[in-house]
């Protein structure tokens, strides 16, 4: 299995729960340091290097193995602005994190993905911010609703050798998320807005990540499935 961002909250988190049910993993990253440490704690080998450099696809694909059963795409930005403050460089790199490097993940991955035994599995990550209207979200909701696209084409498309879906969470505690939650007083505001009164954690994600990896998950293709407290769909006061 293939995890970019496998040093990251939700992707370490996914990681663990791999790990512990024996799957080979393979994880992806800038920062060699925490790759190293992650890697280290969950047998993983790794490779470095930014998704907004094009060579580090081919490199992950010579690096992972001849087949792949599953691919983790766990690399995302929280760019929260005023629309007004929001210039091409924010959209465009908003966009490239997101959705770009989502596709030439796969891209690249793809004849590998094929040769998986059974079916394999992709599972993208999208956004609570791409189903529901939130203000300062504009480029992330261009960025995140891209990658629902970008899911729903590609389950059709790669069907019925590859299964793609996506998690769409509302805000979860993990380094992302940590300049919106530097304040507890603020964490506990946005917490209160959920039905489930409180915010993610890495380990809600990771569960159903690893679900729809496995083979229990082998009949659901081409789904958005939101994980997040009941933001997206609930409204407990008025
Ligand atoms: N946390 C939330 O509230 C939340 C809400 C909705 C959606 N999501 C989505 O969930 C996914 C996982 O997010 P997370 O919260 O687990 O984030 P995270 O804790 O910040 O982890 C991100 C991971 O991606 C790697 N990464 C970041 N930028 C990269 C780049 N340009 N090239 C290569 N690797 C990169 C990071 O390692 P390095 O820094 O070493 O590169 C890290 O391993 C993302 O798609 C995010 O948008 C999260």
Redesign the pocket.
């Known amino acids: 299995m293939i995890i ?10 996914t990681g663990k729960i791999l790990a512990s049910r024996g799957y080979d993993l393979h ?6 340091d ?2 190293a440490a ?1 890697a280290a704690e969950l047998g993983a080998s790794f490779t470095v ?5 094009s060579d ?1 696809f081919a490199r992950v694909e010579k690096d992972a193995g001849e087949a792949v059963d599953g691919l983790v ?6 760019n929260l602005r005023s629309f007004q403050r929001l210039t091409d460089v924010d959209f465009l790199n908003d966009f490239r ?2 959705a770009v ?2 596709a030439l993940a796969v891209q690249a991955c793809l004849a590998a993905l094929k040769r998986s035994s059974g079916v394999a599995s992709v599972v ?6 791409a189903v529901q209207g939130f203000s300062l979200h504009a480029s ?1 909701g261009m960025a ?1 609703g891209a ?1 629902s696209g970008l899911t729903l084409s590609l389950a059709a498309e790669l069907a019925p050798k590859v299964r793609v879906n996506a ?12 300049s ?1 939650l530097s304040s507890e007083q603020m964490a506990g505001a946005i917490a209160g807005l959920h039905a489930l009164q409180r ?2 954690t ?1 380990e809600d ?1 990771a569960s159903l990540t690893a679900f729809l990896l496995s083979e229990e998950a082998d009949w659901i293709t081409g789904q958005i499935l939101s994980v997040d407290g009941g933001r997206s769909t609930l409204r407990t006061k008025n």
């Open positions: 970019y961002g496998g040093s990251g909250g939700i992707g370490f988190a994880l992806v990253g800038r920062s060699e925490k790759l992650s290097g930014d998704v907004t450099d580090l795409y766990a690399v995302g930005t929280i994190v997101n490097g989502a993208l990550f999208s956004s609570v911010a992330m995140k990658v998690i769409a969470p509302s805000l979860t505690r993990t380094p992302l998320a940590q919106l915010l993610g890495a994600i």
